[in-house]
């Protein structure tokens, strides 16, 4: 079967660093993105990542590693507004996008 | 950038009745459009696979007889919850791929999403 797993809840302060690791096993393998998405709405863009390496983005930096099925999203300089959930998701060998359940980001003052 | 958007943006209707869902791609074309429904504290559970001039595909598990996908143009695609129930209750999102731009698989836009309560 196909399954992505990522952390349920993390907690971290403002102005910290925090990664959000993501682990997957699908059938196939055409990309990995990360997505933020704010309570009540859609997700929005931050990602992709097709090769392995880190791709950075301003206070946001995702890796990839394909041989390992692992890629991690590591934002900087937290802000209360990164408060959310950030979701994992792969786009499998149909081109489908198969999700993670989300980590849900905690920033405290 | 691309934009998607989608109407209403929530709706509350009773038990019984059929709630039309529309999402529109404003300036590209969409050739495939995806719905997904998101329960609350849950991730994004992909409904249908919506192609423009033919039948959706529909994943496991959800019964297209009740999710009616219609996608007559390349630009909108609608989403109809026939006999509503409150189990429906639910955040319904879709997204939309940029015509010929398969080489560039990022290019998947989200509309702002549609929660729709059945009393």
């Known amino acids: 079967g196909q399954n992505i797993d990522q952390p349920t809840e993390m907690t971290a302060t403002e102005g910290a660093i925090v990664q959000i690791n993501c682990t997957y096993q699908t059938s196939g393998f055409n990309g990995l993105f990360w997505y933020q998405q704010h309570a009540g709405e859609a997700p929005t863009f931050l990602s992709y990542n097709v090769l392995d390496g880190l791709e950075e983005k301003g206070r946001f930096s995702s890796f990839l590693s394909r041989s390992k099925g692992y890629s991690y999203l590591l934002l900087k300089e937290l802000q209360m507004k990164d408060s959310a959930s950030y979701l994992c998701a792969v786009l499998d060998s149909n081109y489908q996008l198969i999700w993670g359940a989300g980590t849900k980001l905690i920033i405290k003052p | 950038g691309a934009v998607v958007s989608q109407h209403p943006s929530w709706v509350i209707c009773k038990s019984g009745t059929s709630v039309k869902i529309e999402c529109r791609s404003l300036?590209?074309?969409?050739?495939?459009m995806f719905w997904y429904r998101q329960f609350p504290k849950q991730s994004l559970m992909l409904m249908a696979t919506?192609?423009?001039?033919?039948?959706?595909?529909?994943e496991q598990g959800v019964e297209k007889d009740k999710f009616l996908i219609n996608h007559a143009s390349l630009t909108l695609s609608t989403l109809t919850v026939t006999s509503a129930h409150p189990e429906d209750s639910s955040f319904y999102i879709c997204?939309?791929?940029?015509?010929?731009?398969?080489?560039?698989?990022?290019?998947?836009?989200f509309g702002p999403g549609t929660r729709l309560t059945v009393t």
């Open positions: 300036d590209f074309q969409a050739t495939t």
């Open positions: 997204s939309a791929r940029e015509e010929n731009r398969a080489s560039d698989v990022s290019e998947q836009y």
């Open positions: 919506s192609n423009e001039g033919s039948k959706a595909t529909y």
